[in-house]
């Protein structure tokens, strides 16, 4: 089955908006990653030993150096909050290129202040535990 149309049957399928909004938060996130892949291989590379690479010069020692840089850019991009993905997203909201995530704009109101929180409750807002 076509996964456009799986889609489509869902309970609660997602607005065009909200299509654009994901596809944003993916690119972010992959331009982060290609980002952090690009600083650690220029760290690797510059922290020679002696004249020698992290794996050596010999046969197949590229394509070590190559997985690590991968592995290391994906695992530092998905458990840490390096900023980039978030400031690009605030960057296209700001210009409208995307639309903004209500449940984020509430969530940032709630912690500024609870009484601006507390009114948005009466259009939809969340609650809020104090």
Known sequence: MDIARIESLTKN????AQKERQRAEKTAAEFEQLFVRS????????ASIGGD???????GSDTFADWFDQNLAEQVSTTSEIGIARALLKDLERHHEIPVDAQQKAR???????????????????????
């Open 13 to 16: 399928p997602l607005s065009a």
């Open 39 to 46: 600083m650690v291989s220029s760290l690797r590379s510059s």
């Open 53 to 59: 690479d992290m794996f050596g010069k010999g046969p």
């Open 108 to 130: 940032a109101a709630a912690d500024r202040n609870p009484f601006l929180a507390a009114s948005n409750m009466a259009k939809g807002g969340f609650d809020v535990v104090l």
